[in-house]
Nanobody
Framework: QKQLVESGGGLVQAGGSLRLSCTAS????????MGWYRQAPGKQRELVAT???????NYADSVKGRFTISRDNAKNTVYLQMNSLKPEDTAVYSC?????????WGQGTQVTVSS
């Protein structure tokens, strides 16, 4: 069964930090790229960060220098460390796993940054 489960969202003040976790089934995680997207109310979903199976990461310009994506292959888990959070980072954050031509999504976790 292919599934992803996110955790770690919540309410934080501007300037604070949160770490999101996404644990995926092995059929999604092993040897595949993973990523995080976010969608704010009234806005399109946007890519936040991706990481390849070998650990190479890419980031949206809006989060470079503040967010870090990482993966623990032993735990089938990908993380998103978010520092210096801003109110505009408020969104539902979803984890995605890429398997061949398919993408598998988690249910999403809410991140709210208060000013």
């Amino acid at each position: 069964q292919k599934q992803l489960v996110e955790s770690g969202g919540g309410l934080v003040q501007a300037g604070g930090s949160l770490r999101l976790s996404c644990t995926a089934s092995g059929s999604i995680f092993s040897g595949n790229a993973m990523g995080w997207y976010r969608q704010a109310p009234g806005k399109q979903r946007e890519l936040v960060a991706t990481i390849t199976s070998t650990g190479s990461a890419n980031y949206a310009d809006s989060v470079k220098g503040r967010f870090t994506i990482s993966r623990d292959n032993a735990k089938n888990t990908v993380y998103l460390q978010m520092n210096s959070l801003k109110p505009e980072d408020t969104a539902v954050y979803s984890c995605v796993g890429y398997v061949l031509d398919s993408a598998y999504w988690g249910q999403g976790t809410q991140v709210t940054v208060s000013s």
